[in-house]
């Protein structure tokens, strides 16, 4: 059983440009939520995406937006990035059935630096 | 509104020395609760979860926490702690029905001294 993974592990972008980050959920997981760790503070949850379809929303502007494939692996997308989009990005995945949502596994995480 | 408050921001402890990290959270009902370990450019490996039932829930590497409902707390604790247990903890609270939207404290980041 593989853990999640996520790519690339690093990224230098400048402001204005857009990014895509990648993510492969656990095998068996159909849910994959996406987590912004600004430096020195906690995740915050950014969206989750259920079977191909964005399932919740945390209170970011529509420049992010993702992706979930059929093999339920995930894209990140952050158009006209800020300075302030600087963070460790974290995928988590998971399991959802009958209206439950199991625990969250997390993937290593991309650090994002825009200069 | 929905929080999870970690009193200290970092806490320092001697080796084979006991460990106790303060968790708080406010929701409006009880909530899933996890903690979680982060070590320095790595992501989060959960510890242990607490759902219903035992209010002491037993984790890995030796960590257990309690759940306290009068007191809307989840304290994680270790009777030992090792150098390797040097890491940021994050304590965790998740609607009860196993939703999405997991709401993460600022964390507490732990020193281990020889």
């Known amino acids: 059983e593989t853990g999640v993974t996520q790519s690339p592990t690093h990224l230098i972008k400048t402001r204005g440009q857009q990014v895509t980050l990648r993510c492969s959920s656990q095998?068996?997981?159909?849910?994959v939520s996406w987590y912004q760790q600004a430096l020195g503070q906690g995740p915050q949850f950014i969206f989750q995406y259920y079977r191909e379809e964005e399932n919740g929303r945390g209170n970011f502007p529509p420049r992010f937006s993702g992706l979930q494939f059929p093999n339920y692996s995930s894209e990140l997308n952050v158009n006209a990035l800020e300075l302030d989009d600087s963070a460790l990005y974290l995928c988590a995945s998971s399991q959802k059935a009958g209206g439950f949502t199991d625990t969250q596994y997390f993937g290593p995480g991309t650090r994002l630096t825009v200069l | 509104a929905q929080s999870v408050t970690q009193p200290d921001i970092h806490i320092t402890v001697s080796e084979g020395a006991s460990l106790e990290l303060r968790c708080n959270y406010s929701?409006?009902?009880?909530?899933?609760l996890f903690w979680y370990v982060q070590s320095p450019g790595q992501g989060l490996q959960l510890l242990l979860k607490?759902?219903?039932?035992?209010?002491l829930v037993q984790g890995i590497k030796g960590f257990e926490a309690e759940f306290k409902r009068s007191q809307s707390s989840f304290n994680l604790r270790k009777p030992s702690v090792h150098w390797s247990d040097a890491a940021e903890y994050f304590c965790a609270v998740g609607p009860p029905t196993g939703g999405f939207k997991t709401i993460f404290g600022a964390g507490t980041r732990l020193f281990v001294k020889a």
């Open positions: 929701y409006g009902a009880t909530p899933y």
């Open positions: 607490y759902f219903s039932g035992d209010t």
């Open positions: 095998s068996g997981h159909n849910t």
